[in-house]
């Protein structure tokens, strides 16, 4: 009973600190963009560093993620990990700072991060006094080493996935795992990483600690070494793969992310578009005020076959502009035959609508086309195709009836014979006579 009330104060320390923190901190408190993705869209030659920090239970996690991400190219995973001791050991602030001064100094995209094996830590306060191990002296303390130590790859602006501690066979240091994980997990938000639970996955049928259990296969294995702390072999493979999931959904975020043109910086331009990137006017220039209320590109690189922009080009396009004109004749009401030229207008098409244009007729039936308005005079387009339609037209979804009526919030004209036409004697679709299949009230 001991143990359950020193959790739940715990647990209600952690928590008062997590509100205290939110509340006094911005609304966007991690840091971190809603609208951009976890990863960055443009590595370094378009690779991503991967590094793993942390003590015994890092060394392996690294061979787990090995085999789960070794074929990958996009990621180039150190071989080593890179060592986090005891926080609780002597000289803690020496051994920071020479950790801080490695990380500045090497490429870092990917930060994986598991420390905890040796639980419990012993901490000291100011006058070389111990810590009761859980208390709430100890939890202050070990949170503000956590943060000195995050603030190490939230400097370097890394993505940093940080794995929690999983299940003990001891219950005290079990209890003692739970509470460290809640601080984990807290100052992980508040620092724009992410949490990564391996504490449910290698819990039993009941919740409790387990050394077999169900690998990547769904067979039962033995997970667990018979200290009841580290991973087998499969083991190690199953904890690198809550870490892949992740990973794997944030790698094709960001390649998503970089497909969207965007009218962004220069490089970003590049990267998306090369050799026709709008080049971003000086602040002071009159162009650049000319443009400041408009958000036009004003200035067009040359086209992708390397010829120079067309002076009638009014897009970042890839096709010039191609008017024609077409002659109709036309009979007056005195019978005399009269010919009139119109105009076609067609103007300059971007390669990326072309190609989007000539996948959607050539790719079977037809789904809805959605077109919005990205800024800077960018037009975004995409094609969505149900699963199992059938060739049909389709209204913008913006002209959809539960847009208009559920987001714009319109008042729908009521269809003659639907249930919401109130009006009588009911009339139909096309005509104003009564309807011959209602029956009139009697009386």
């Known amino acids: ?73 996009r990621l180039n995973i150190q071989r080593q990990v890179t060592p986090i001791t005891n926080l609780a050991s002597s000289g803690f602030e020496a051994k920071i700072t020479a950790l801080g001064n490695k990380v500045d100094a090497d490429p870092l995209n990917i930060a994986i991060v598991m420390i905890g094996e040796d639980n419990p830590m012993t901490f000291r306060d100011a006058d070389g006094k111990r810590l009761a191990i859980g208390s709430d002296p100890w939890i202050a303390e070990y949170t503000r080493r956590l943060d000195r130590l995050m603030r190490i790859f939230k400097r370097k602006n890394a993505s940093v996935y940080w ?31 992410k949490y990564i639970d391996a504490y449910q996955g290698f819990t039993d049928e009941n919740g409790g600690y387990s050394a077999y259990g169900p690998d990547l296969e769904g067979a039962i294995r033995l997970l667990r070494l018979r200290n009841g702390v580290n991973f087998t072999e499969v083991g190690n493979r199953k904890l690198a793969h809550f870490v892949e999931k992740e990973l794997r959904s944030d790698l094709n975020q960001a390649k998503a992310n970089r497909n969207v043109p965007l009218l962004g910086a220069e490089a970003e331009q590049e990267r998306i578009n090369p050799g026709n990137a709008v080049k971003t006017p000086a602040p002071s220039s009159p162009v650049a005020q000319q443009s400041s209320d408009s958000k036009t590109p004003v200035v067009h ?35 005399r035959i009269e010919t009139q030229t119109v105009e076609i207008v067609r103007p300059a098409i971007p390669a990326s609508v072309v190609a989007l244009m000539a996948r959607r007729e050539g790719s079977g039936p037809r789904g809805d086309l959605i077109v919005d308005q990205i800024g800077g005079g960018v037009t975004l387009m995409s094609s969505i195709t149900p699963a199992g339609s059938r060739e049909r037209g389709r209204l913008s979804p913006t002209q959809a009836p539960y847009f208009r009526l559920l987001v714009k919030g319109e008042r729908l004209q009521p269809k003659p014979g639907r249930a ?15 309807n011959p299949d209602v029956t009139p009230p009697r009386g």
Request: hydrophobic share 40%; proline share 6%; aromatic share 8%.
């Open 420 to 434: 919401d036409d109130v009006s009588w004697p009911p009339k139909s679709d096309s005509t104003s006579e009564v």
């Open 1 to 73: 009973m001991s143990g359950f009330l020193q959790r739940l104060r715990l647990s209600i320390a952690t928590g008062a600190a997590l509100l205290a923190a939110v509340l006094t901190a911005p609304a966007n408190a991690a840091g971190v963009d809603q609208g951009a993705t976890f990863l960055t869209p443009f590595p370094d030659n378009d690779v991503y560093q991967v590094t793993v920090f942390g003590d015994g239970f890092a060394n392996g996690l690294l061979g787990g993620f090995i085999k789960a991400f070794g074929s990958d190219v």
């Open 301 to 335: 690189g040359a086209a992708l076959d390397g010829t120079p922009p067309s002076p009638n080009s009014n897009a970042l396009g890839d096709q010039k502009v191609d008017n024609g004109k077409i002659t109709l004749k036309l009979q007056t009401p005195s019978g």
């Open 163 to 193: 794995v929690g501690l999983p299940n003990l066979a001891r219950n005290d240091a079990n209890e003692l795992a739970q509470a460290m994980n809640d601080v984990i997990r807290e100052r992980a938000y508040l620092n724009g990483f």
